[in-house]
């Protein structure tokens, strides 16, 4: 393992430590428990949750009058008959890439500094994909008729139609969502017992109790628990690849120029690491600052996510470059002019904005001072998730609003709805990051404490 | 009333006057508060009047209309049904479940075009033309399309109206009675009848009648539209009022002379349809006709034409007196606004032809222009031959226009005034104050189909029969006669003018049935029984008479510029809405305009060079005066225009119209217009005012970006190539992942002409009412939801002065390998076994990916709840809906299903009959209203089958056929016939777009 090889951190002051000074299991507990159990709250706390409370109050209104008055509300029409719901839904569905990707894939890859991330980008991932599910509903004409897509025997003889990219999609996002809700539950079974024991409290003994599962650590519990968990990893790790591919063949799947490319799984699957760590980074840096977990979550794991991110952010302002080229390659001149579209026509600023956000940005986090700046991180991570969805939303739109008959061409334009919508859903998903950091713990607490029991064993055993 | 009620009234008047000050309602006068007022009362005191009066239909009264109907139907529409009784025996011949037609006669500017009207129990439901008719020979217009929704019209006026309150008609009688009374008493002054132009025989018989019976009746003729424009004109060319009956079926080389032929006039569906097959080319051997056009703005006709020039309206004299002298071998004047080489070659043109040339004069075009045109058919032998001439059909023995009443009465000469089914508060020219020479008439009569400007203006108001509900006679451009028979009995009570002329005679008790009857009395039962069976009375045509010769003004070369320059003016009534009559219909506010494809409201047209030197830009606005006269409207740049010539049209802008046409933004080209020049005017002010109007359009893009949209070449080229539609085509890919579909029965298919396309919309209109479907609104429509299955995209292509105007009728193409098929989630978009592409509304969640994967955006989704098919607020219009259509909900996909409830009836048909379908035997509703018969319909397993004969010829290919759609509807390349002499300008090279 990369840091046995190199075991004291502080030695290398060019590679900041996963963990910062000398932490074992109980003080660990102590502290992450403690972020759970303790009884009053900051007043920031509360002032920032009744923020994101009014904002998940716009969401229900703006779904109430979506499903009452009908999708001609949000900024759809034909030709462009997507819109802001499916461009919305692939933004979501890629910020949920991060927490499979770290929590599974680094999981078997033993990186360990996941450890004091994971937790909460798993939680991440399941209120992404809780928003990104909600979205191809609200999209719907008849929304209520949903569950028309699932292989239910029914006595109207209605079955879905295999060929659809939709059905596969539906069946991703669900296999997504129960895998992840499944990877998450068994991550925290440990530290539910902590929160369990350490609850002063008979609701919240209660409460954990029930949710632990009878969890008493014994080395039995331990070995169960490490097989299972690494094969629901294993389980987990294609679908990193997979969701997104499948949402991307969505497109692919169809004729439209700009949308029929076979370069979209691997572009989307890129451009979905892309804005989930963006995303972590996002939030990352104001909990750990608010909750004092620098010396967990440290500069190293940024300087980490960083990393990944320039990885797929250079794959990502590829498959721009590659789109481009083959429009013009191809000599399709449906391609081309929609491409020219893209870059000159109406939505011509948003293609702009996304390429200084995703690609032009990105290109500072080459600079080690870069990646090592919370400041200047967060900006970075900030723009590139505008940018991703700036990137979602061109894609679908710019298409079909320059599509094969000229005489068809139009362009879109955005109500409140879309706003209402997207923006309500984003403080809903805060929120309930919030109310998730409230009720369970934020950061692993037995893998932390793992981690810092391998540091010291380490350490001990070199002086 | 009396006093004291009087002055409750005024004290309730003030009172809601405050009311209406508090709530911020607003009000236009004491008058209408004291309306709403008397309405308040007659609530209290009348109930059931009240009802009748109220804004919409209750179910209730729907279903006594509806039983009101039934009885009516089963009594052979004999309108005399006194009792509402359910069936106790089932009448012969009414199969419920199964529509009935009946021959009828629409009105257009009063002209009869011949039509036959499906009728589901007593309902109304669909407008077809009259195949025996010669305006019809089977084809409707859009207008025609929409007579269906305009009777079904929830806020037509429902019950006579005395100073604005409701009253029975027996109190309008009674009012008559007395104006006869005093009149035989001696006491009176005149009494003035206004009327429009009419080719109703017994309206005429009725007018002259009057006119004999009372002495001191003077007749006026008001003519918004300019329907006696040509007969003026030809009268005043050759002295004696005649109309040119041309037969384009008989001429090779047509012009144009400012005449849109094809949009315009009471002839047009017989025009263009024997224009149209003049041009059916389909092997490289057929013969094909060629038309120019001269023409002062863009028209359908000129759309249509192989060469089209552009000029001035008050230049198009000039060309044709040029062309005369040309034709006459003689040299043209200098300075004319087309090039003299253009004129050369026309005029060799034309003398080639002979006698098989023919020459049109606008309408609307100075009598100059028809003394031109007179002496060109005359020189050329087409007199007799290519055109005959007829005495107007019109023609009425008036004592003068809306001018002299107005002139006359205020001056005091009438105690009365008659104003029948016409507008004039609002169509009148500006110069003309109506209002208050109405005012200065102690009493104003005024019928009508709704309680529009001009019946705020009356003391009584009488609600009009819709001409569904009439009986009339009309006579078509040629002179045929034919009955007006009405489908139901008046909805709301309404009168035809014959009973109110009548009444006005003193005959207070025949029906109009019995009045019509009197006309033709000539006829014995037998033979009136048949003509009502047709729709036409035989042997009722005018009978050509030789035109004297023309007397030839001289008119000089260009004509001088106007004192002061400025802008010259063309007026031009709106293609759908006419005059504002049809206004209130929401189908026609939301049909796209031919060529500039707007939607509710109307724009001021000029030239792309104009509104660059004006600095203007599509949507900005403009203030345009003239004569002293203002108004503002919105630009929009039209190729084809020429320069410095505003096009505005009328029609728009109305105030009292109806809830539906108050949703439109238009402007009132009216309050620009002046008796003398109430088709063209010079030296009008342009002045940009900055600001930005609502211009709502269904087109966005004009042109082909290069691709292979609407192929079109040369007559030339095809005789050369006969494959030069495939022109550098590549071989479609033909490889599938799934197993080809059999057809073991029908393999239903369609070809579209884009030749003989001209673009009209009727066929647009047609599939609205054949499929009920939903009208958006002006808002909904900017936001590109608007919901017609079928479109007309028009093209351009070429130099923005002189462009090649293309237009494609885009249906659904029922692709064989449809996109849209596989990419839907649950099935609702299928393949059937006669190889439609079906959508299943039950099944649609609406997912949309079939709209966003079909490369022809032929699918049409409803974003909102568009129609409400709920009984208690669908209004009287529920009953108009065709029964054998499903309704859509909100939230569902639709499209065009080549009107797969007609082929379900003819197979039906077939099945019970026990043999095949036969060829013709489906007839889709485009098609079917289609003038130029462009679209052809058929079974493409039947080798004998007109569609599979069209998919025969060279010029069918398939529309974006590279993307393995394999479309069972395909085109027919678009064929011109320039002159070879004439150099092409970019036009036509023979390739195509």
């Known amino acids: ?463 | 009333m009396s006093a004291t009620a009087d002055r409750s009234a005024r004290r309730a008047a003030l009172a809601a006057l405050g009311q209406a000050g508090r709530d911020g309602r607003p009000w236009r006068s004491l008058d209408e508060l004291d309306a709403d007022t008397a309405a308040r009362a007659v609530e209290t005191a009348f109930p059931a009047l009240a009802d009748r009066a109220g804004a919409t239909l209750d179910r209730r009264t729907l279903l006594k209309l509806m039983g009101a109907s039934l009885a009516m139907a089963g009594l052979t529409a004999c309108g005399e049904a006194e009792q509402i009784v359910p069936y106790v025996r089932q009448p012969e011949n009414v199969v419920p479940g199964r529509p009935r037609f009946f021959a009828t006669t629409l009105p257009s500017d009063g002209y009869g075009i011949g039509a036959l009207v499906e009728s589901h129990e007593g309902r109304p439901t669909k407008v077809e033309g009259n195949p025996d008719h010669p305006a019809s020979r089977g084809a409707t217009d859009a207008v025609m399309q929409a007579a269906v929704l305009a009777l079904f019209d929830p806020e037509r006026s429902r019950t006579p109206l005395h100073q604005g309150r409701p009253a029975g008609y027996a109190a309008f009688l009674a009012a008559v009675a007395d104006l006869r009374r005093q009149r035989a008493a001696g006491t009176r002054r005149g009494l003035a009848l206004i009327v429009e132009p009419t080719t109703s025989p017994t309206a005429k018989a009725q007018i002259a009648g009057l006119r004999q019976a009372l002495p001191g009746l003077r007749v006026f003729v008001h003519d918004p539209l300019g329907t006696s424009a040509p007969g003026a004109a030809l009268e005043a060319a050759s002295g004696r009022a005649l109309v040119p009956v041309p037969r384009l079926e008989r001429a090779s080389t047509l012009l144009s002379l400012d005449d849109d032929v094809l949009g315009e006039g009471p002839g047009r569906l017989a025009h263009a349809r024997a224009f149209a097959a003049g041009r059916r080319v389909r092997r490289p051997g057929d013969a094909m006709n060629r038309l120019y056009a001269v023409e002062s703005t863009p028209t359908i006709t000129g759309a249509a034409a192989d060469h089209r020039k552009a000029v001035p309206p008050d230049g198009v004299a000039a060309v044709a007196r040029g062309l005369l002298a040309l034709v006459d071998g003689g040299a043209a004047p200098d300075g004319l606004p087309v090039a003299p080489d253009w004129l050369a070659v026309l005029a060799d043109d034309l003398r080639q032809a002979g006698d098989r040339a023919l020459a049109m004069a606008g309408p609307h075009q100075t009598p100059a222009v028809h003394a031109a045109a007179l002496a060109l058919n005359a020189r050329l032998g087409a007199t007799g031959r290519t055109v005959a001439y007829i005495a107007p059909p019109d023609a009425l023995e008036a004592d003068g226009e809306l001018a002299d009443f107005c002139a006359a009465a205020e001056a005091g000469a009438f105690d009365a005034a008659f104003v029948l089914d016409t507008n004039p508060v609002h169509t009148a020219p500006a110069d003309l104050d109506v209002p208050a020479a109405l005012a200065a008439v102690d009493l104003v009569v005024h019928s009508g189909l709704h309680v529009d400007e001009t019946a705020r203006h009356a003391d009584w108001h009488v609600p009009a029969a819709h001409p569904l509900e009439s009986w009339s006679d009309l006579r078509a451009y040629d002179g045929t006669a034919s009955p007006v028979q009405p489908l139901i009995r008046p909805l709301f009570d309404g009168r035809t003018q014959h009973e109110i002329l009548a009444a006005l005679a003193g005959d207070f008790e025949s029906g109009p049935r019995a009045l019509v009857r009197a006309t033709w009395a000539d006829r014995d039962e037998p033979a009136w029984q048949a003509a009502l069976k047709a729709g036409v009375l035989p042997d009722t045509a005018a009978a050509a008479v030789a035109p004297p010769a023309a007397r030839l003004p001289d008119v000089g070369g260009r004509p001088a510029p106007a004192a002061g320059g400025g802008l010259t003016l063309r007026f031009r009534a709106d293609p759908f809405l006419r005059d504002g009559r049809n206004a209130n219909s929401a189908w026609l506010q939301e049909l796209p305009q031919p060529l500039t494809k707007l939607v509710w409201g109307n724009a001021a047209l000029l030239s792309p060079a104009t509104a660059a030197r004006l600095g203007v830009d599509n949507g900005q606005m403009i203030a345009i005066a003239e004569g002293g006269r203002r108004i503002e409207a919105p630009v929009w740049t039209t190729p084809g225009q020429p320069d410095e010539t505003v096009t505005l049209t009328l029609g728009h802008g109305r105030s009292h119209a109806g809830a539906v046409a108050a949703l439109a933004a238009g402007y009132d080209a009216f309050r620009l217009r002046r008796t003398a020049a109430p088709w063209m005017a010079r030296g009008a002010e342009v002045t940009p005012l900055g600001q930005t109007g609502r211009l709502i359009t269904t087109q966005h893009h004009q042109a082909m970006e290069d691709r292979d949209v609407v192929r079109h070449a040369t007559l030339a080229a095809f005789r050369d190539d006969p494959e030069v539609m495939h022109a550098g085509e590549p071989p479609p890919p033909d490889e599938s992942l799934y197993p080809e579909w059999e057809y073991p029965h029908q393999a239903w298919g369609m070809a579209i002409d884009q030749t003989a396309c001209i673009g009209c919309m009727a066929c647009v209109a047609a599939c609205q009412s054949e499929n009920t479907i939903a009208t958006v609104g002006p808002q909904e429509s900017a936001r590109g939801h608007e919901m017609h299955w079928l479109r007309i995209d028009r093209y351009y292509a070429g130099e923005p002065d002189d462009p090649l105007t293309l237009f494609q009728p885009v249906p659904c193409m029922h692709c064989e390998k449809a996109p849209c098929e596989p990419v839907c989630p649950v099935n609702a978009t299928v393949h059937t076994h006669d190889g439609l592409n079906a959508q299943v509304y039950n099944r649609c969640i609406g997912t949309r990916y079939c709209s966003q994967n079909c490369p022809y955006k032929v699918r049409r989704f409803n974003f909102l709840d568009y129609q409400p098919f709920d009984p208690g607020e669908a209004g009287p219009q529920q009953a108009m809906r065709n029964p054998d259509v499903s309704v859509r909900s909100r939230g569902v996909m639709e499209k065009c299903t080549y009107c797969v409830q007609r082929i379900s009836a003819a197979r039906i048909d077939a099945k019970i009959d026990e043999r095949e379908i036969a060829d013709g035997a489906v007839v889709t509703a485009c098609q079917q209203a289609c003038p130029t018969q462009a679209i052809t319909f058929g079974d493409l397993n039947d080798p004998q089958a007109a569609v599979v004969a069209e998919k025969d010829s060279p010029l069918d290919y398939a529309l974006l056929a590279h993307l393995n759609t394999r479309p069972r509807t395909t085109y027919l390349g678009r064929l011109r016939n320039p002159n070879p002499r004439l150099a092409e300008t970019g036009e036509g090279d023979g390739g195509h777009g």
């Open chain 1, 1 to 463: 393992m990369a840091e046995t090889a190199r075991p004291d951190g502080e030695r290398e002051p060019a590679r900041p430590p996963v963990m910062v000074g000398r932490h074992d299991l109980p003080e660990i507990s102590e502290r992450i428990g403690a972020i759970v159990l303790r009884g009053a709250l900051p007043r920031g706390f509360w002032l920032a949750f009744f923020g994101l409370f009014v904002l998940v109050l716009v969401f229900l209104y703006s779904i109430t009058y979506l499903v009452s008055v009908g999708v001609g509300a949000y900024g759809i029409n034909i030709p462009v008959a997507w819109g802001t719901m499916i461009s919305s839904f692939v933004w979501w569905i890629g910020i949920g890439h991060a927490g499979t990707l770290i929590s599974a894939v680094l999981l078997l890859l033993r990186q360990p500094w996941r450890a004091s991330i994971n937790r909460f980008a798993e939680a991440m991932t399941l209120f992404a994909v809780a928003m990104a599910g909600l979205y191809p509903i609200l999209h719907l004409g008849r929304p209520w008729y949903f569950y028309w897509l699932l292989p239910l025997p029914n006595t109207h003889m209605h079955w879905p139609q295999w060929r659809s990219p939709l059905v596969w999609d539906f069946a991703a996002i669900a296999t997504y969502g129960v895998v992840s809700l499944l990877f998450w539950y068994m991550g925290l079974l440990p530290d539910l017992a902590v929160l369990r024991d350490r609850a002063r409290s008979r609701g919240r003994q209660l409460l954990y109790g029930i949710l632990a599962l009878g969890w008493r650590g014994s080395a039995f519990h331990w070995a169960r628990f490490e097989s299972s968990y690494y094969m629901l990893a294993a389980l987990a790790a294609p679908l990193v690849v997979s969701v997104h591919s499948i949402v991307s063949i969505d497109f692919a799947y169809a004729m439209v120029p700009g949308y029929h490319s076979t370069i979209f799984p691997p572009y989307f699957v890129a451009g979905a690491l892309y804005s989930g760590f963006a995303m972590v980074v996002t939030i990352a840096i104001p909990l750990r600052r608010a909750f004092s977990v620098e010396d967990l979550i440290t500069v190293r794991h940024m300087d980490n996510a960083a990393k990944i991110m320039i990885a797929a952010g250079m794959i990502v302002t590829y498959g721009y470059v590659s789109e481009a080229f083959f429009a013009w390659y191809s000599g399709e001149s449906y391609e081309r002019r929609m491409m020219w579209s893209r870059v000159v026509g109406p939505y011509a600023w948003m293609f702009w904005a996304m390429i200084v956000c995703n690609a032009v940005v990105l290109q500072a986090l080459w600079w080690r001072r870069v990646r090592r700046s919370m400041p200047a991180l967060f900006v970075i991570a900030l723009a590139i998730n505008v940018g991703m969805w700036l990137e979602r939303y061109v894609i679908v739109v710019s298409g079909p609003s320059r599509g094969y008959l000229p005489a068809a061409w139009n362009d879109q334009s955005l109500t409140w709805l879309d706003f209402g919508i997207f923006f309500g859903s984003l403080g809903t998903f805060l929120a309930l990051v919030f109310l998730f950091v409230r009720v369970l713990p934020a950061i692993t607490i037995f893998e932390v404490g793992e981690l810092a029991h391998e540091r010291r064993q380490a350490q001990e055993g070199t002086r």
